[in-house]
């Protein structure tokens, strides 16, 4: 239970951070038990590439779980491995064309967004 608690808390933390840096259409998707390498995926999209930089910079700074960041070199599609949680940040093209949300709404039956 406690475990919940903190995950909760840290995605309540990683999603004020994309909404403080002005990122768009933030979706969280429960993989609880759906992944053997992650419990949450969180997708969102950055209005420019130095916007995404920021997002992913501010997200790093306030975590300490952090293990591995992709992508900043282009920032295109950031892919932010932070343990049990997994963040992408897209640009508005990137998402569109690798249609991640349909993925994992495809994986989860239910829809089940947090």
Do not use: H
Not at 29 to 40: E, N
């Amino acid at each position: 239970m406690e475990e919940n608690k903190e995950l909760k808390k840290e995605i309540d933390s990683i999603i004020s951070i994309i909404e403080d840096k002005k990122g768009q259409d933030i979706k969280v998707f429960d993989m609880k038990g759906r992944s053997p390498f992650f419990d949450y995926s969180i997708l969102c999209t950055g209005s420019s590439t130095r916007n995404i930089e920021a997002i992913a910079n501010d997200i790093k700074k306030s975590s300490e779980n952090i293990r591995s960041i992709e992508g900043l070199e282009e920032c295109n599609w950031v892919l932010i491995d932070s343990g049990d949680i997994i963040i992408s940040i897209f640009s508005k093209d990137a998402r569109e064309y690798y249609q991640l949300d349909a993925f994992y709404e495809g994986v989860n039956q239910e829809g089940s967004i947090i």
